[in-house]
């Protein structure tokens, strides 16, 4: 897990131009370039300005453009926009399109952290350069080993951002291992062997524990595997907390619907069904190595969704950890059967809020698109600080609505609920099942069926499973660190 790079502050540009292959300067709108660099880009002529003029480069958000100088150190200057008033998720982009250019060159240098914001410079720039090439007889992994930040900044910052970034890169990786190779007990060990050097507490449920513990939902959902399923339970306690934040991720190792069985094209990116466990497990690695000053409880349940002989069917009824039995009309609305076991435990350690992630609904996909999540729950200072938090992470939520006038959607003779809506809405149905077991626990529930996967190559995001959901988890516990939790601000 841990970096190769090396940072280092240095005073100007020119001090790191002569040590590194690329340069990456920061110009804000009016071609405003930071860190004093205005000299150092005079002293490139006019072929420099030449270049940006043709890429009708600005300084805007998003704008980048490459210059061959013609010598050695540095071979190639970025240009990056970062706009007037760049946020950590513009800084943290442009540093991405840095990463990818500078992806074969050992050493880079940067003005984007002038103004001491290295910690989103230092996360772009790692994430950009991450890759999953396990597989690949010729993988061509990136191999900048140093990077310059041109300012002054604290050392500790750039420690936050490569803590965050091994995190994120933590749980790609988990999401983009085929499922053969993350059986839900393979995953627990994994986990047992990262918590141990961190002081994380790890405490494991196997099946003889979840069946005297009545985890019907967990273990209805496992049946129809081969591969036993558990539930993941970390915590982190430091001394002094005020506030105590529970997580559940849905972790699902491989969703073929069960006997409800998905057709072939929808089954082929279901390996990454645990994405919200990823997430959860990679926040705690993060808030551990971070000794954020706040308790927190990390729940994934781990299971197969297989249609095995002894798999669940159609009809088949559930009773869950606290006493709510669930008709199960359709075996792949899998996850928030999982889910309700956890959360029903979760609001056993009465936390002050709670927060779960899960790939839920194609419904949620389909009103979100891919690179946004869904936000629902029942506690509207819960939901704001997600959103806030998820904007400093540079993770895009969307808040939806749970209309108690949906719950009715949920009825059936049979038991207190069935597991599948009507036609329309199937985001917000998950989410009303979900609220069955939350109690009155602040709670937050994230659908991240769409941003889990990323669909394309671009600033510090690489197609595949994106680890979405880790960075604002951390940014919530660090602000629920700095601000409490009081539910009736
Ligand atoms: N894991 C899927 C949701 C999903 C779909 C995630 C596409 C990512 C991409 C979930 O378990 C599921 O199958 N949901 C069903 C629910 C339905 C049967 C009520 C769905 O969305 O179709
Ligand atoms: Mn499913
Ligand atoms: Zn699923």
């Known amino acids: 897990m841990e970096s190769q790079l090396d940072i280092e502050f240095v005073e100007s540009q020119e001090d790191a131009a ?107 720039f790692l994430l950009s350069q991450y890759s999953y090439d396990r597989f690949k007889s010729k993988p061509e992994p990136a191999v900048t080993d140093s990077l310059l930040l041109v300012g002054a900044g604290e050392m500790s910052d750039c420690e936050a951002g490569m803590v965050v970034a ?165 075996t792949d609305a899998e996850g928030r059967l999982v889910l309700a076991d956890a959360l029903a435990y979760a609001v056993e350690h009465e936390p002050d809020l709670m927060v779960d992630l899960a790939t839920l609904t194609g419904a949620c996909k389909v009103a979100l698109g891919d690179d946004i999540a869904g936000v629902m729950g029942n506690d509207d200072s819960l939901i704001d600080r997600i959103e806030r938090a998820g904007e400093q992470a540079g993770e895009l939520v969307w808040h939806l609505p749970l209309p108690k006038e949906y719950r009715r959607q949920l009825d059936t003779p049979m038991a207190d609920m069935k597991n599948i809506g009507g036609r329309w809405a199937g985001a917000l149905t998950a989410g009303l099942l979900l609220q069955e077991f939350v109690d009155d626990v602040p709670w937050a529930h994230l659908d991240i069926a769409g941003p889990s996967r990323w669909t394309r190559n671009e600033h510090y995001q690489t197609k595949g499973g994106s680890g979405f959901g880790v960075r604002t988890l951390v940014e919530l516990v660090a602000n629920l660190a700095e601000q409490g939790f009081g539910t009736t601000e």
Request: glycine share 14%; hydrophobic share 40%.
């Open 166 to 330: 091994e995190a994120v890169g933590w749980a790609r990786d988990l999401v983009n291992t085929p499922a053969q190779d993350k059986a839900p007990q393979e995953i627990q060990r994994q986990v047992a062997e990262m918590a141990e050097g961190l002081g994380l507490r790890l405490k494991t449920h196997d099946v003889p524990d979840l069946e005297e513990k009545g985890f019907g939902g967990l273990l209805g959902v496992a049946a129809g595997s081969d591969r036993a399923p558990c539930l993941v339970e970390l915590w982190h306690e430091p001394e002094g907390s005020e506030t105590f934040v529970a997580l559940v991720g849905k972790g699902i190792t491989f969703d073929s619907g069960g006997l409800s069985i998905k057709p072939a094209s929808a089954m082929e990116t279901m390996k990454t069904d645990m994405s919200g466990a990823a997430a959860v497990i990679g926040a705690m690695v993060a808030i551990a190595r971070l000794r954020l000053p706040v308790k927190v409880l990390g729940l994934a349940p781990l299971s197969d969704n297989m249609p095995g002989s002894r798999a669940i069917k159609p009809g088949d009824v559930l009773t869950t950890r606290n006493g709510k039995t669930i008709e199960v009309l359709n």
């Open 18 to 124: 002569s040590r590194v292959g690329v340069l990456g300067l920061a110009a804000r709108p009016g071609l405003v370039w930071q860190g004093d660099a205005e000299g150092y880009v005079a002293s490139l002529g006019a072929g420099f300005e030449r270049a940006l003029e043709r890429a009708g480069f600005k300084g805007e958000a998003g704008q980048s453009c490459s210059y061959d100088t013609g010598s050695e150190s540095p071979h190639t200057v970025v240009a990056l926009g970062t706009g007037e008033d760049p946020g950590a998720d513009d800084l943290r982009r442009a540093a991405g399109v840095l990463g990818r250019k500078a992806s074969k060159d050992a050493s880079v240098a940067t003005t984007l952290a002038f103004e001491g914001q290295a910690a989103p410079v230092v996360e772009g």
